[in-house]
């Protein structure tokens, strides 16, 4: 699902894209031999913070190293390394 560009502007900006159904997020997650660090909840939602060594950029959030961010609210959104902006 996420392509590894070599323009570095993509590693500060982020990207995020909807997804269409918790399958997809399975796959996501087991694609990349993902980890869940923690979870929180929020107005909006549910968000799920994921890291994979498989994925080189990372950001601390809380203390930990993130790098694969789903939000579950009106949509599923999946963000690397995390969401940026709104849901």
Request: net charge negative; no cysteine; aromatic share 18%.
């Amino acid at each position: 699902l996420f392509e590894i560009e070599e323009d570095f502007t993509f590693y500060y900006t982020g990207e995020s894209v909807d997804l269409t159904s918790e399958q997809d997020v399975n796959e996501l997650i087991e694609r990349y031999s993902a980890k869940m660090i923690f979870t929180e909840q929020t107005d909006s939602g549910e968000s799920f913070y994921y890291y994979t060594e498989k994925l080189p950029i990372y950001k601390y959030v809380n203390g930990k190293r993130v790098n694969l961010h789903i939000h579950v609210g009106k949509k599923i959104t999946v963000g690397y390394p995390i969401i940026f902006g709104s849901y």
